[in-house]
Nanobody, 121 residues
Framework: QVQLVESGGGLVQAGDSLRLSCAASGGTLSTYRMGWFRQTPGREREFVARITRSGSGSSTDYADSVKGRFTISRDNAKNIVYLQMNSLKSEDTAVYYC????????????WGQGTQVTVSS
C-alpha cells in the first residue's frame, strides 16, 4: 500500500515560486505514474501535471493553465515527486494533491492528503 505525503505549500505573493514535494512510502515512485491535482472549495478536483512511469523514459503533461510555469519532476533516489511552481497567480490558490497510479493510463490508485497553496495578489 503506497502512502503519499505532500509538503511545501504555503502563503506566497503573486509572481513568487513554490516547490511542492510528494514523498512516498510503501512503494517505489519510479514504477508509478504520478500526478498533481488541485481543488478549490465548491469546485471539482482538476488535473495539474503528470509524469509517466520511469523505465525507457518518462514523459510529462500539463494543464494549459500551468503550462510554461509549472514543472513536474521525480527524484528516484529520494522517492519524491516535485511540482515546481513559478510565476504563481492568485488563481493557483488551491489544495494540491499528489496521486499515484500503477498504470500509465486510467485513474489513480493512491492519493495524498493535500497541501494548501495560497497566492495573494
Amino acid at each position: 500500500q503506497v502512502q503519499l505525503v505532500e509538503s511545501g505549500g504555503g502563503l506566497v505573493q503573486a509572481g513568487d515560486s513554490l516547490r511542492l514535494s510528494c514523498a512516498a512510502s510503501g512503494g517505489t515512485l519510479s514504477t508509478y505514474r504520478m500526478g498533481w491535482f488541485r481543488q478549490t472549495p465548491g469546485r471539482e478536483r482538476e488535473f495539474v501535471a503528470r509524469i509517466t512511469r520511469s523505465g525507457s523514459g518518462s514523459s510529462t503533461d500539463y494543464a494549459d493553465s500551468v503550462k510554461g510555469r509549472f514543472t513536474i519532476s521525480r527524484d528516484n533516489a529520494k522517492n519524491i515527486v516535485y511540482l515546481q511552481m513559478n510565476s504563481l497567480k492568485s488563481e493557483d490558490t488551491a489544495v494540491y494533491y499528489c496521486a499515484a497510479s500503477i498504470l500509465n493510463y486510467g485513474g489513480y490508485n493512491y492519493w495524498g492528503q493535500g497541501t494548501q497553496v495560497t497566492v495573494s495578489s
